[in-house]
């Protein structure tokens, strides 16, 4: 038996676990910049600073290069999480419909939109139906996320407790009151960190943009990376790019998080989430 304080999962770690855990800290710490410092020296000593390869990054048209390119990633995210929202939430009431024609045929859409790789989609929209380049990518991550968010949205449906959509129907709500009022407003806190992480994947698959020639973020460092007139900066472009890129994605967690807190204040949901209505009462939008 332990003789140090404790609690019901785990002791409380002692003075000796306490240096332990500390001197684990520094080595991971020491580690970490010992690796840092090597990547660093290697960049150094393959010229990868040099202002040859820097220098195109002060000049006004490569800037509006990187910008236009940034803008039109954020347009084809735009229109695709849009879509993608849309097209599960249609596709997850298929799945969810008590009519089996229904729910058949939108479980053979969620599964072969699932299954097609993303690539094969864009590139067959592209090039086989004569797609210009931004349809043809928005449409490709539509299809393919908005399956995904579909299966999502029906999982979060259904692990919501069985017994609050009967009550809800006991108290003569209809199907559609039962998922606006009561099922979908439990189930989002559920589904958005999974939501989130969909849409950041369709925010990264927009880079796919560049092999059907849209001219997007990555394709306009690939332009700048391969350029001759400054020494091929293809390390400084990534240096560039990529911390674009994990702060948008940051940004999108940024905005589920602040979406949670708006959900957990919001009355309709308290309101399901509290006590269970008297008998005879109605639940908000009952009639």
């Not at 520094?26 to 970490?32: A, D, Q």
């Not at 009967?166 to 709500?173: K, N």
């Not at 979908?184 to 020639?213: C, E, F, H, N």
Request: hydrophobic share 50%; aromatic share 8%.
């Amino acid at each position: 038996m332990s003789a140090g304080p404790s609690t019901a999962l785990y002791d409380i770690p002692g003075p000796r676990t306490l240096r332990r855990h500390r001197l684990y800290g520094v080595v991971t710490t020491v580690v970490l910049l010992a690796l840092l410092a090597l990547l660093l020296r290697l960049l150094f000593d393959s010229g990868q600073f040099t202002a040859t390869k820097w220098n195109p990054f002060t000049y006004q048209g490569i800037q509006d290069l990187l910008l236009r390119g940034l803008a039109n990633t954020l347009k084809a995210f735009a229109l695709a999480a849009v879509l993608s929202l849309a097209l599960g939430a249609l596709l997850a009431c298929g799945r969810l419909s008590e009519h089996r024609p229904v729910r058949l045929a939108a479980t053979v859409v969620v599964e072969f939109f699932r299954a097609m790789p993303v690539l094969v989609m864009i590139f067959f929209i592209f090039v086989a139906l004569k797609v210009q380049p931004l349809p043809a990518l928005v449409a490709g991550l539509a299809l393919y996320n908005g399956s995904v968010l579909a299966e999502v949205f029906r999982t979060g449906i259904h692990a919501v407790e069985r017994g609050q959509g009967e009550a809800a129907y006991a108290l003569g709500m209809r199907k559609t009151q039962v998922m606006t009022h009561v099922l979908v407003p439990q189930a989002v806190r559920a589904m958005l960190p999974t939501i989130v992480s969909q849409l950041v994947v369709a925010l990264k698959d927009t880079s796919l943009g560049y092999l059907i020639t849209y001219e997007e973020f990555l394709h306009a460092g690939k332009l700048i990376a391969s350029n001759l007139d400054y020494d091929l900066p293809f390390i400084p472009v990534v240096m560039v790019i990529s911390p674009i890129y994990i702060g948008m994605c940051m940004l999108l967690s940024w905005l589920a998080h602040w979406l949670a807190g708006r959900q957990r204040r919001n009355p309709r949901t308290e309101a399901v989430g509290a006590a269970p209505a008297a008998p005879g009462t109605l639940l908000p939008g009952g009639q």
